[in-house]
């Protein structure tokens, strides 16, 4: 049974709200929807007194990329509080990275979530991932306590996932390494101060370094046996802005000298360069990467330079799932007090210039990274912002990211319990993926904010 419980917002659950929302859907779908978020809002507010200082703890403790030791240590020692968990530590040998597993014994669905746990060097949690990593911890509790309540068969697995930030990110790692075989869905959140939706599409993004390799003279004495290798990089650049002109407006080329020579009275013998390129797709990236390597190579036959270049990946675009947002979006808006903004109504994407390894775990098996907006809203800066650190460690924004979690477990739970829903979101899934090799994007509505 449902009561009414204290927030710390010291506002009411609106009891007669969630009822009358549970009733709907219960007509709309006889399926016991009511009974399982009821039972869910139960298990957060059981879990909320724990998980306050664990939250406030990793804020307040921020460590950066593959050195979350704190985080780490205190996340799997919350998980151990609960029986039946099976935690695997520094997991795949990436020191900071963590599995947890509930297992009911019979064959079923096998759900997971991401927690991420990094910081960003000088800003702390300017990013929010301990609410992330609250969120998806909750939201693993949750869904196995309503796989025990409910005597429903399948798994549920907690990743804890280190890096983000940056390139090589832990997600690709444990995915190489395979730990993620046999995952049916993932789930994973995201806070800002723009958006609440789970049908978020993030950019695709690489970095180019280049350099050129020439041969020394001096400038005023004998500049004709030099072959000026600062000179090939200026003309690629040069024609990199050039190309910007041909590029669509979701491509975003940026570039950098990291080595424009020594003194000014000489023919370059070395220069390099950086660039980073982001754009919505993946298959879009991959043109975009030609077109950039090309006007490199036109610097180097234009001088005479010899040219290398190196192409690192970064993150693949996320591509969430439509029918995996549809069961988030249904608890979402069936818990009172429903935030602003709105979840975009039908099946309208989010866009977001920001980049995630989330992106390529959906290219691996279904995925949702539903953004959240944490108060104070557009009132405060956005994330990678000292405004955002702070406002990623209120009592407010915990309060969000329990919402979240309660929408993630409920996610969870559906595929769990309803049959052939799984079949159906893996359908949607592959047609995604058919699509997104031809580099085709959603036909429908889009929403375009920024992260």
């Known amino acids: 049974?449902?009561?009414?419980?204290?927030?710390?917002?010291?506002?009411?659950?609106d009891v007669h709200h969630l009822s009358e929302t549970l009733e709907e859907l219960g007509r709309d779908r006889e399926d016991n929807t009511h009974t399982y978020l009821g039972d869910i809002n139960d298990s957060v507010e059981s879990l909320q007194s724990s998980l306050w200082p664990l939250n406030q703890y990793i804020h307040d403790n921020p460590e950066l990329a593959f050195a979350?030791?704190?985080?780490?240590d205190a996340l799997t020692k919350y998980i151990r509080s609960f029986a039946g968990w099976e935690v695997t530590i520094s997991a795949y040998g990436i020191e900071t990275a963590w599995i947890a597993t509930y297992d009911s014994g019979r064959d079923g669905p096998v759900v997971s979530f991401n927690a991420e746990m990094d910081a960003l060097p000088g800003m702390g949690h300017a990013c929010g991932h301990n609410l992330i990593a609250i969120a998806?911890?909750?939201?693993?509790?949750?869904?196995?306590n309503i796989i025990k309540k409910h005597d429903l068969p399948g798994k549920v697995i907690i990743f804890g996932t280190p890096g983000e930030e940056g390139?090589?990110?832990?997600?690709?790692?444990?995915?190489?390494?395979g730990a993620y075989k046999g995952v049916d869905i993932s789930l994973i959140s995201h806070p800002g101060i723009y958006n609440n939706s789970p049908r978020v599409r993030t950019t695709a993004f690489s970095r180019i370094e280049v350099e050129y390799f020439g041969r020394a003279a001096h400038a005023a004495n004998s500049p004709w046996l030099g072959i000026n290798a600062l000179d090939a990089l200026i003309i690629a650049y040069n024609a990199i802005s050039?190309?910007?002109?041909?590029?669509m407006p979701t491509d975003i080329i940026g570039m950098n000298i990291t080595n424009g020579g020594a003194r000014p009275n000489v023919i370059h013998a070395y220069a390099a360069g950086t660039c980073v390129i982001r754009t919505n797709t993946s298959a879009r990236l991959s043109e975009l990467e030609a077109k950039v390597s090309a006007c490199f190579r036109a610097g180097a036959e234009a001088t005479g330079a010899r040219v290398e270049i190196k192409i690192t990946p970064g993150y693949a675009d996320h591509i969430p799932n439509r029918v995996l947002a549809a069961s988030y979006t249904k608890y979402w808006n069936a818990l009172p007090d429903v935030p602003e903004p709105q979840i975009p109504s039908g099946e309208q994407y989010t866009y977001?210039?920001?980049s995630t390894d989330q992106g390529n775990i959906s290219y691996a098996m279904p995925s949702v990274n539903a953004s959240f907006s944490i108060p104070p809203g557009l009132h405060a800066g956005p994330p990678h912002t000292p405004d955002f650190e702070g406002?990623?460690?209120t009592r407010e924004a915990f309060e969000r990211a329990l919402r979240v979690a309660k929408a993630l477990a409920g996610t969870a739970v559906d595929v769990l319990r309803t049959p052939g829903l799984l079949e159906e979101v893996k359908e949607e899934w592959r047609r995604d993926m058919e699509g997104a090799k031809e580099g085709k994007q959603d036909v429908g509505k889009t929403v375009d904010r920024t992260k």
């Not at 979350?68 to 780490?72: D, I, L, Q, S």
């Open 1 to 13: 049974m449902l009561c009414k419980v204290e927030k710390r917002s010291d506002e009411l659950l």
């Open 68 to 72: 979350e030791y704190k985080a780490h």
């Open 136 to 144: 998806s911890l909750a939201a693993g509790v949750i869904t196995a």
């Open 167 to 177: 390139i090589g990110g832990g997600k690709i790692q444990l995915l190489k390494a």
């Open 242 to 247: 050039a190309l910007r002109q041909q590029t």
């Open 352 to 354: 977001v210039k920001a």
């Open 391 to 393: 406002a990623a460690g």
